[in-house]
């Protein structure tokens, strides 16, 4: 088993739709959580952490479930901007070591 | 604030010739790490260096990889020989030493994209 697992893609979307992508994760060791997101041909930039309550930012709603290992992001009212690839990934282990999933690539269309 | 610098922003070489990528952190960030980020894939960490102190560097493939911080500021990440297989887009990420159970934010640089023919 993959030690990150995203929904493989692609999405897309018409703009003001919900999207949501789902991960799993294999080691239970596993300290923080994270959702990334990634730009065509740029740099991935952080988009915010996840915790066991659910966080949320503005359109944007995180959920982590530890017993299932199991990471979620739920995007509400998609903006043409939203157009991305979402990468999720953990940390863990004495280094905070990162580890990403594949990505998933969401494009919203107008 | 400055981010973080990497130069160059391409390359291309022939298969066996030898490469170096160049990263500067941001100021005041200890913790450099470089990524590797095939097509299609998320990045895989190559190596981490708290100040100019090897941490991590377990997925390095040290028999064709070597990275240096000498002064525990900017960093190189060398190839030689290059391999088909290493065509990918080499990023750079720094952040605050990682401490205690609080996970600082990496920041990535632009990154290197390489392709080797």
């Known amino acids: 088993r993959k030690e990150v697992e995203q929904d493989p893609g692609p999405f897309n979307v018409p703009e003001g739709a919900t999207v949501a992508f789902n991960c799993t994760y294999s080691n239970s060791a596993s300290q923080s959580f994270f959702w990334y997101r990634q730009d065509c041909r740029k740099e991935p930039k952080l988009l915010m952490s996840v915790y066991s309550s659910g966080n949320e930012d503005g359109r944007f709603t995180a959920q982590l479930n530890r017993a299932s290992q199991y990471i979620s992001l739920l995007i509400r009212d998609s903006k043409l901007s939203d157009s991305a690839t979402y990468l999720c990934?953990?940390?863990?282990?004495?280094?905070?070591?990162?580890?990403f999933g594949k990505g998933t690539l969401l494009t919203v269309n107008p | 604030e400055a981010g973080v610098a990497q130069s160059p922003r391409y390359k291309i070489i022939e298969k066996r010739q030898s490469v170096a990528f160049w990263c500067n952190p941001i100021?005041?960030?200890?913790?450099l790490y470089w990524y590797q980020q095939i097509l299609g894939q998320g990045p895989k960490l190559l190596i981490q260096f708290q100040n100019n102190g090897v941490v991590d560097d377990s997925q390095l493939p040290k028999d064709r990889f070597s990275a240096e911080r000498l002064k525990g500021v900017d960093s190189t990440l060398k190839i030689q020989p290059a391999k088909l297989e290493d065509s990918a887009v080499y990023l750079c990420?720094?952040?605050?030493?990682?401490?205690?159970?609080?996970?600082?934010?990496?920041?990535f640089g632009p990154g290197t994209r390489l392709t080797v023919t």
């Open positions: 990934v953990l940390s863990g282990g004495s280094n905070y070591k990162l580890t």
């Open positions: 100021s005041g960030h200890a913790t």
């Open positions: 990420a720094s952040s605050l030493v990682q401490r205690g159970d609080i996970s600082y934010e990496q920041y």
